[in-house]
Protein backbone atom coordinates (compact mmCIF):
# COMPACT_ATOMS: atom_id res chain seq x y z
CA UNK A 1 0.00 0.00 0.00
CA UNK A 2 2.88 2.20 0.80
CA UNK A 3 4.33 1.35 -2.69
CA UNK A 4 1.02 2.43 -4.10
CA UNK A 5 0.81 5.76 -2.08
CA UNK A 6 4.87 6.37 -3.34
CA UNK A 7 3.52 5.39 -7.26
CA UNK A 8 1.14 7.64 -7.60
CA UNK A 9 3.48 10.78 -6.15
CA UNK A 10 5.42 9.33 -8.79
CA UNK A 11 7.93 7.71 -6.89
CA UNK A 12 9.36 4.24 -7.03
CA UNK A 13 11.65 1.93 -5.58
CA UNK A 14 14.18 0.03 -8.13
CA UNK A 15 15.02 -3.86 -7.14
CA UNK A 16 18.07 -2.53 -4.44
CA UNK A 17 14.68 -1.02 -2.70
CA UNK A 18 16.26 2.57 -3.83
CA UNK A 19 14.15 5.33 -4.05
CA UNK A 20 13.66 6.45 -7.90
CA UNK A 21 12.07 9.57 -9.59
CA UNK A 22 11.70 7.10 -12.63
CA UNK A 23 9.56 4.07 -12.76
CA UNK A 24 12.19 0.85 -13.20
CA UNK A 25 10.18 0.05 -15.95
CA UNK A 26 10.99 3.96 -17.34
CA UNK A 27 14.47 3.44 -16.67
CA UNK A 28 15.02 0.03 -18.31
CA UNK A 29 13.77 1.34 -21.24
CA UNK A 30 15.63 4.21 -21.35
CA UNK A 31 19.13 2.24 -20.63
CA UNK A 32 18.09 -0.17 -23.42
CA UNK A 33 17.70 2.74 -25.60
CA UNK A 34 20.95 4.16 -24.41
CA UNK A 35 22.61 0.55 -25.72
CA UNK A 36 20.83 0.83 -29.11
CA UNK A 37 22.02 4.73 -29.85
CA UNK A 38 25.23 3.74 -28.68
CA UNK A 39 25.19 0.39 -31.19
CA UNK A 40 23.77 2.80 -33.96
CA UNK A 41 26.84 5.44 -33.41
CA UNK A 42 28.83 2.21 -33.98
CA UNK A 43 27.28 0.92 -36.99
CA UNK A 44 27.34 4.87 -38.21
CA UNK A 45 31.25 5.31 -38.02
CA UNK A 46 31.84 1.76 -39.46
CA UNK A 47 29.17 3.09 -42.30
CA UNK A 48 31.52 6.32 -42.58
CA UNK A 49 34.95 3.92 -42.81
CA UNK A 50 33.70 2.10 -45.65
CA UNK A 51 32.53 5.04 -47.36
CA UNK A 52 35.06 7.02 -46.80
CA UNK A 53 36.90 3.88 -48.44
CA UNK A 54 34.65 3.39 -51.01
CA UNK A 55 35.37 6.97 -51.60
CA UNK A 56 38.92 7.30 -51.72
CA UNK A 57 38.83 3.91 -54.15
CA UNK A 58 36.52 5.45 -56.76
CA UNK A 59 38.71 8.80 -56.45
CA UNK A 60 41.86 6.40 -57.74
CA UNK A 61 39.81 5.33 -60.62
CA UNK A 62 38.73 8.43 -61.67
CA UNK A 63 42.56 9.55 -61.22
CA UNK A 64 43.38 6.38 -63.50
CA UNK A 65 40.47 6.69 -65.73
CA UNK A 66 41.29 10.28 -66.87
CA UNK A 67 45.43 9.58 -67.38
CA UNK A 68 44.28 6.36 -69.27
CA UNK A 69 41.68 9.03 -71.53
CA UNK A 70 44.38 11.63 -72.05
CA UNK A 71 46.71 8.84 -73.22
CA UNK A 72 44.26 7.70 -75.94
CA UNK A 73 43.58 11.28 -76.82
CA UNK A 74 47.66 11.43 -77.19
CA UNK A 75 47.70 8.38 -78.96
CA UNK A 76 44.95 9.40 -81.34
CA UNK A 77 46.33 12.35 -82.05
CA UNK A 78 49.59 11.11 -82.99
CA UNK A 79 48.08 8.12 -85.62
CA UNK A 80 46.38 11.79 -87.02
CA UNK A 81 49.69 13.61 -87.30
CA UNK A 82 51.59 10.81 -88.78
CA UNK A 83 48.67 10.45 -91.27
CA UNK A 84 48.68 13.86 -92.79
CA UNK A 85 52.93 13.46 -92.77
CA UNK A 86 52.22 10.10 -94.62
CA UNK A 87 49.71 12.31 -97.10
CA UNK A 88 52.33 15.17 -97.92
CA UNK A 89 55.05 12.50 -98.44
CA UNK A 90 53.15 10.79 -100.44
CA UNK A 91 52.45 14.50 -102.38
CA UNK A 92 55.92 15.15 -102.52
CA UNK A 93 57.04 11.71 -103.76
CA UNK A 94 54.40 12.13 -106.53
CA UNK A 95 55.65 15.44 -107.78
CA UNK A 96 59.35 14.29 -107.71
CA UNK A 97 58.01 11.32 -110.26
CA UNK A 98 55.76 13.65 -112.40
CA UNK A 99 58.86 15.90 -112.63
CA UNK A 100 61.02 13.21 -113.43
CA UNK A 101 58.78 12.26 -115.65
CA UNK A 102 59.04 15.55 -117.64
CA UNK A 103 63.03 15.29 -117.47
CA UNK A 104 62.75 11.75 -118.97
CA UNK A 105 60.20 13.42 -121.69
CA UNK A 106 62.82 16.28 -122.25
CA UNK A 107 65.55 14.15 -122.66
CA UNK A 108 63.79 11.39 -124.66
CA UNK A 109 62.77 14.64 -126.85
CA UNK A 110 66.25 15.89 -127.21
CA UNK A 111 67.62 12.25 -128.24
CA UNK A 112 65.52 11.85 -130.87
CA UNK A 113 65.59 15.59 -132.27
CA UNK A 114 69.51 14.51 -132.29
Given amino acids: MAK ?3 GEAGLHFDE ?3 LRVLDPEVTQQ ?3 LKEECKDFVDK ?3 FQKIVGGLIELIDQ ?3 EAENEKMKAIGARNLLKSIAKQREA ?3 QLQALIAEKKMQLERNELK ?3 L
Avoid: F, R, V, Y
Fill in 4 to 6: DIL
Fill in 16 to 18: LNK
Fill in 30 to 32: TIE
Fill in 44 to 46: IGQ
Fill in 61 to 63: LAK
Fill in 89 to 91: QQQ
Fill in 111 to 113: ISL
